[in-house]
T-cell receptor, first 115, second 112 residues
Framework: ETGVTQSPTHLIKTRGQQVTLRCSSQ?????VSWYQQALGQGPQFIFQ???????GRGNFPPRFSGLQFPNYSSELNVNALELDDSALYLC??????????????FGPGTRLTVL | AQSVTQPDIHITVSEGASLELRCNYS??????LFWYVQSPGQGLQLLLK??????LVQGIKGFEAEFKRSQSSFNLRKPSVHWSDAAEYFC??????????FGAGTILRVKS
């Protein structure tokens, strides 16, 4: 059984650019959640996808968007990057039915630096 | 909004000593509670979870946590700390809808 994987590991972008981060769920999991972890803080919930539909969103602007694919892999897209978007982006997968509460398993994260 | 408070930002313990990391939560219904650990530059590893039942929960690496509803607490304990336990520890409450709310974290340093 493979765990949650994320790519790339590190990424450097400049202000105003766009970025796409990728996540492959743990085998058999149909729910993906994305979190942003700024330096020295706990992770903050961005949004969740269940069976290719957004299933909840945190307090993040619309320039943060996502996709989930039929194989349950996922992308996080951020447009018009700002300096404050520099953070570790974590993906977590779970075996859920959208509204249920199931354990989330995290990937290693993507470190995004915006210059 | 739900919240999690970890009052200790840093804790230093000697190797072999016991450890207790404090956590208080605010949640209206029966909480689903977790402890995750994060090594520097790494993702989050699940240590243990509480959904219901026995209030003393056993986890991996010799950790345990006790749920106390009357105190809204979910403290993490380990009887004997190893140098490899040095990391950041997060107490987490799950809201309905599978959203995780994290505490600010406690950084554990282990001195030899």
């Amino acid at each position: 059984e493979t765990g949650v994987t994320q790519s790339p590991t590190h990424l450097i972008k400049t202000r105003g650019q766009q970025v796409t981060l990728r996540c492959s769920s743990q085998s058999g999991h149909n729910t993906v959640s994305w979190y942003q972890q700024a330096l020295g803080q706990g992770p903050q919930f961005i949004f969740q996808y269940y069976r290719e539909e957004e299933n909840g969103r945190g307090n993040f602007p619309p320039r943060f968007s996502g996709l989930q694919f039929p194989n349950y892999s996922s992308e996080l897209n951020v447009n018009a990057l700002e300096l404050d978007d520099s953070a570790l982006y974590l993906c977590a997968s779970s075996l859920g039915r959208g509204g249920t509460r199931d354990t989330q398993y995290f990937g290693p994260g993507t470190r995004l630096t915006v210059l | 909004a739900q919240s999690v408070t970890q009052p200790d930002i840093h804790i230093t313990v000697s190797e072999g000593a016991s450890l207790e990391l404090r956590c208080n939560y605010s949640y209206g219904a029966t909480p689903y509670l977790f402890w995750y650990v994060q090594s520097p530059g790494q993702g989050l590893q699940l240590l243990l979870k509480y959904f219901s039942g026995d209030t003393l929960v056993q986890g991996i690496k010799g950790f345990e946590a006790e749920f106390k509803r009357s105190q809204s607490s979910f403290n993490l304990r380990k009887p004997s700390v190893h140098w490899s336990d040095a990391a950041e520890y997060f107490c987490v409450v799950m809201e309905y809808g599978n959203k995780l709310v994290f505490g600010a974290g406690t950084i554990l340093r282990v001195k030899s």
